[in-house]
Structure formats: structure tokens, C-alpha cells
């Protein structure tokens, strides 16, 4: 016996009313100029009614009317046809959006407007990775009112603040503890922010974000199955699939522990940190100290760039163990691109053709591989992303502040 079809909201006219606003708004925020003839274009709607939601939104705060130049229809022959032209543009500044980077030594603040664009950004320093939930919080918020000083931005034009940390995180923004160093990022942050500024803070994975913000920003543009690997000290992955964000069960998808029982990788760490460790003045330790000479990181790819030949041969054996990473990802996952991203992503060209010659020798499905140009600044900008689409989806809900 067929099932029963499932119940359908009825389209009362506050359901048309609401869906038609965020259709013409969407339009709106996806040109720098929109006219009553793109809206009835792209929207279906009437002239009449275009003009009633664009009135409505002039209202609300969202969009404002610009000066007609010239008259619909109007032409070198015809000077003084038709009706006045009305042209509507977003109000980029009528609130702002928060994207928040928190690591285990620093966290960057960055304010963007409502077309994406920072206004502002500050970073603070944590004293010390294993430090008191209450201080963790004071020093991200010291960074996000510092960004907002920068932006000329009071606290109170926040709609949504996104907040990106190194420790898997669920779709209703809970933190796996499950590991210490995962649990040093369980600190209550939501619920801090809401208290002390009214925020809504949206928490995720600082992979996950990454994507958002690689696909938005970076090489992945419009790319729907993306693999982004954030490769600086340790190895994590933020995963689209289909244009949909991977989480898993407890948050935990595009984690690489399991990188541990793989032969000829053996752990999780990355770029930087092989470079260190494989550097002839890192003694091929674990966790090699960074400190002087050609034990940096960057030290390393300098070297080779100059033809030092056993910095080379480092950059050729990071190569194959990046490539063999790659192929469980992609053996996996079969994504169309993986991006290598964070502030390892400029010297990681330089592994590029080594990657890229490897991987068929270890999957029948090897991706396109590029590096992200979005630097360190990745995971803030996905944090960006991911509050503008609350803002986005939210907006006749939320209120406007003067």
C-alpha cells in the first residue's frame, strides 16, 4: 500500500509574501544595480508587486533606492518615453557579520558587510594552548572588538557571527571533547556571546569552513564536490559533497587519524611540520624545533628554491606523502578538486608537480589538485560565508540596529 503523501504547508499569502521578499532580495545582493524589469525577470513577479517588496525592504533596511538617471525606454529619438526608471541596490552596511578564526595560539576577528567585503580585523595571542575556558573567551572577544573598533562598527550591528575551531564539531554546534586537545576548544562560546553581546554565533570546524570559504572565494569556485586540506602543523579536511557540507555523526568527517595505520604516511602531521622534522637540521625528530637556520619550514622550501639538493630531496619525499594522503582521500571520496590550504598553501605550490606525478601510482581516481590563494586567512573568510548565509536565510527575522 503506497504511503501517504507527506503534509505540504499550505501558501498562505504571509508564506508568498515571505518568499517572494527573499526572492527579490536574493536578486538584489547578486547584481550592484537591480531594476523593477531584471526583478520581474528573475523572479516572476509583477511590476506591482516588485515594486511593493522593494518598498517593504526600503522599510525593513535592506535595500535603498538610487537616483534614475534615465527613463525606461528612453532613446535618442524617444527623450521622454516611458516611465521612470526605479533602481534598487543592497544596503552592504545596514549590519555586519562577524568571521572568527580560533586556533590553539591565536584567533583572528574579521567584520565583513553584507556584500562580504572586511571592513575590519584584529588577532590576539593566547598565552598558552591549555589555558581557562573564561580566558580563552576574553581573549576572542578582545579580537572581535578590535576588528569592530577597525571596522567603525558597534557591537550591536552584529547579526551573525561565524566562529571556526580545531576540534570536530556536530550539526548543532557541539564540540567533540572526546580528546584533550579537542576539549581545549570547548568553552562555551555561544552562550558567552549571547550573553555578553546578544550574538549568534554559528560554530563549526575550522576545515569545514575552510571549504565554505575556498568555494566561495578561492580556486574551488562553483565547484560542488571539494575537498579542502588544511595542511600547516597537522592534517584536516573540510569536505563538500554534491554542495553539501560533510559532517558526520558527531562532527567528525574529514578528521585524519586514520592516517595513523596507513603505510607510508604513519601520522597526521603536516607540510609545515614534515618540513621541519625532514630538514637536515631537524634530525628527522617529530616535532623538530622550528627554531634557527634550515629547520624553519619555510627555511626548507627557500632552500630548494635556490637548488639546495637536500632540501629538494624533502620537498620530494613531503610530495609523495602528500600524494599518498590524497589518495585515501580521494579513493574515499572522490572529489573533483582538493585544495592544499592555510598559511602553508604559498610554499605548497612548490610540491604541486611531485603531487600531481605520484597520485595515479596510488588511486585509479586521482583529483584535480591546486593550492589556495586564500592564505591564512581561509577559515575567516569560510566564517564569513557561513554567517552571511544565516543572515541570508534569516533576514526578515532579524532586526536591524541604527
Known sequence: MPEDPVPQPAATPQ???????????GHIRSTDVATGTGLMARTGLTRASAIAVCEDLIRRGWIRELDSPRREGEGAGNPRK???ARRFELNSRAGFVLGIDIGAATTTAAVADLRGTVVGRSSESFRAADIPPAERIGVVDRACLQALAAAGAAPGRILAAGAGI??????NGKVLASRHFWSLFDVGLRSAFRELHGWTVLLENDANLAVLGERWRGSGAGVDDLVVLLAGERLGAGVLESGR???GRGGAAGEMGYLDLVEGVGSSDGIAALARQWSPAGNGTPGGSPAGGSAGAR?????AAAGDPAARAVLDRISERMARVIATISSFINPEQ???GGAVAASAAALLPGITAALPRFTATPPRVTVSPLGDAIVSI????????YVEANALELELSP
Request: aromatic share 2%.
Open 299 to 303: 627555511q626548507v622550501f627557500a632552500d
Open 15 to 25: 508564506l508568498l509574501r515571505r518568499v517572494n521578499a527573499l526572492a527579490v532580495l
Open 382 to 389: 569560510g566564517a564569513i560565508r557561513h554567517a552571511l548565509d
Open 245 to 247: 557540507l560533510l559532517h
Open 82 to 84: 516611458g516611465r521612470p
Open 338 to 340: 582538493l585544495v592544499i
Open 166 to 171: 580545531a576540534a570536530p564539531v556536530d550539526r
